[in-house]
C-alpha cells in the first residue's frame, strides 16, 4: 500500500486484497484451524521459519494477517501481532524483553487491570514494575537500573483524561537505551502516533476504539522496527541463538521484524493468547470507520465536557480538551485531532452523588468498558480500580468522588438531556 495514502484510504483498504481463491471483495473469514502444505518439504521449510506462510492458526490466520497489517500501517510500524486482549497483548510485549529480576518502569496513570497486573500478576513471573510520575523525567531516570527492560505508559491514560508527554519521554528512553512502550488504546492511532514520538512498540486493546461497537475483546502489539536489539546486550531473546529453532538469531534474521516474529514463532506458539478470525473481523469492520468515529466521539465529548463545566452540580471536569485542563497544552503535539473521548467529572456531593446519578441515567449504559458507539458511564472507584488502594486510585486519576464517562456517537443533545435529569436526582436534597 502506497505510504502516501491518507489515513481514510488506509483504514479501508490496508492488508487487503481481493481473495485469490474467489476474487471476493471483503476479506473472508478463514475459519479453518490448519492448512494444507504442499509437500514434505514445503512443511518442514515453514516449521524452520525459512519460508513464511500458513501452518496452524495459534500462529497465523489470513483473516488476523489483514488486521495484522492494517494497524501495523495505521501506527506507521513494520509489524504487528495480534493477541486475543489487550492484557494479552501487554504480556507479549513484555515477554520477549523480560526475564526474572528484571523490571519494566511504569506509568502511575494506567488503565486499572493494568495496574493489577503490573503489580501482581507479572511477579509470578519474576518481573516487577516501578511505578513513577510520567511528568517526573528525573524519577523516570531515578527508576531506571541494569535489570530496566522497558518503559510504559498510555498516550491519553483512562480514565483521568491525562496526556502523556511523549516526545520528552520517547527522548529519554532513547538516551538511556531502552524500548519504549505505549498502550495507545484511548487514542487511536487516529488521534496520535506515538512512534512519531519515540515509542518502540505500541500497544492495543482492539476491544475499545478500534473494533468500535462493543462486540468482540482483541489486542494488538506494534512493532516500529526501529530498536536495535542486540546493541546492549540485554534482549538475548531477540539476539541470542534461539534453542527452539536450531540456534536461530532473530535479530540477525529477521532485521526490523525481529520482534514480530518473535511474538509469532515463540510468543503466540508457547503462549497461545490468539486472537480468532471472528474477531479480526469484527475489528476489521469496525476499522474502517475509525476516523469518521473518532472525530464524532470527539466533537461529542467537547461538547458535553463544556456543558458540565458550567453546570453547578458539577465540581469539576478533566477532559484534557478543554483550557481548564493542565494537559490542554500537550493536544497539538500529542493528539492535534482531539483529546479522545474519555474523561471524568465530580459531582457535587461526592460518592453517594455518583451512585445516584449512574442510577438516574437513561441513555447511558453503566458498564466496565469503554470506546463504545454507546456512551457509557462507570464509577472507577469502586469497579475498574477497585483493586487499588486510595492513594493509587487518586494516582492512576478514578478519584472516590469522580465518574468516568466515555461519549459515544450518539446525539450530543441527547446526551446533555440524560445527564441534566440525572444530575438533578442526584443532587437533590434528600426528602
Ligand atoms: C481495556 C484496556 C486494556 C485491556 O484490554 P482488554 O482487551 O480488556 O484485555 C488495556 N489498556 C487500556 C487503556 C484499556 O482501555
Not at 28 to 48: E, G, K, M, S, W
Not at 128 to 133: E, T
Amino acid at each position: 500500500m502506497p505510504d502516501t495514502y491518507g489515513f481514510d484510504t488506509l483504514q479501508i483498504h490496508a492488508g487487503a486484497r481481493p481473495d485469490p481463491a474467489t476474487g471476493a471483495r471483503q476479506t473472508p473469514i478463514y475459519q479453518t484451524t490448519a492448512y494444507v502444505f504442499r509437500d514434505a518439504d514445503h512443511a518442514a521449510a515453514l516449521f524452520n521459519l525459512q519460508e513464511v506462510g500458513y501452518i496452524y492458526s495459534r500462529l497465523t490466520n489470513p483473516t488476523v494477517a489483514v488486521l495484522q497489517e492494517r494497524i501495523a500501517t495505521l501506527e506507521g510500524g513494520v509489524g504487528a501481532v495480534c493477541c486475543s486482549s489487550g492484557h494479552a497483548a501487554q504480556i507479549m510485549a513484555l515477554f520477549p524483553l523480560m526475564s526474572p529480576g528484571k523490571n519494566v518502569v511504569v506509568s502511575t496513570r494506567l488503565y486499572g487491570g493494568t495496574v493489577t497486573q503490573m503489580t501482581q500478576t507479572i511477579k509470578r513471573f519474576g518481573w516487577s514494575a516501578r511505578f513513577v510520575d510520567f511528568d517526573d523525567l528525573d524519577a523516570i531516570r531515578g527508576a531506571v537500573d541494569d535489570d530496566t527492560r522497558a518503559i510504559f505508559c498510555e498516550s491519553i491514560a483512562n480514565p483521568g483524561g491525562y496526556i502523556t508527554d511523549l516526545d520528552a519521554v520517547g527522548d529519554l528512553a532513547r538516551d538511556v537505551g531502552l524500548p519504549l512502550i505505549v498502550d495507545n488504546t484511548s487514542a487511536t492511532p487516529y488521534l496520535c502516533n506515538p512512534i512519531k514520538h519515540g515509542a518502540t512498540l505500541v500497544v492495543h486493546s482492539t476491544t475499545k476504539f478500534l473494533t468500535g461497537n462493543g462486540t468482540v475483546t482483541g489486542g494488538a502489539v506494534v512493532d516500529s522496527g526501529q530498536f536495535d536489539w542486540s546493541a546492549s546486550g540485554k534482549f538475548p531473546s531477540l539476539s541470542e541463538p534461539e534453542p527452539a529453532y536450531h540456534g536461530l538469531k532473530f535479530n540477525e534474521t529477521f532485521g526490523p521484524l525481529a520482534f514480530t516474529f518473535h511474538g509469532i514463532a515463540i510468543g503466540l506458539r508457547d503462549l497461545g493468547m490468539t486472537m480468532n478470525p471472528q474477531a479480526a473481523h469484527y475489528t476489521l469492520m469496525g476499522i474502517e470507520t475509525l476516523s469518521l468515529r473518532m472525530e464524532r466521539h470527539v466533537a461529542n465529548a467537547m461538547k458535553i465536557a463544556r456543558w458540565l463545566e458550567q453546570d453547578d452540580r458539577v465540581d469539576y471536569v478533566t477532559y484534557a480538551g478543554l483550557d481548564s485542563s493542565p494537559y490542554s497544552a500537550r493536544v497539538p503535539a500529542i493528539c492535534p485531532k482531539g483529546a479522545g473521548s474519555l474523561f471524568t467529572f465530580a459531582v457535587k456531593g461526592g460518592y453517594d452523588a455518583c451512585i445516584r446519578l449512574i442510577d438516574a441515567l437513561d441513555l447511558f449504559s453503566h458498564v466496565a468498558n469503554l470506546g463504545d458507539t454507546r456512551s457509557l458511564i462507570i464509577h472507577s472507584a469502586s469497579t475498574t480500580h477497585r483493586q487499588l488502594d486510595e492513594n493509587q486510585q487518586r494516582a492512576a486519576g478514578a478519584d472516590p468522588e469522580v465518574v468516568r464517562l466515555s461519549i459515544g456517537i450518539e446525539d450530543a443533545d441527547d446526551l446533555i438531556a440524560d445527564l441534566d435529569q440525572a444530575l438533578t436526582k442526584a443532587t437533590a436534597a434528600p426528602a
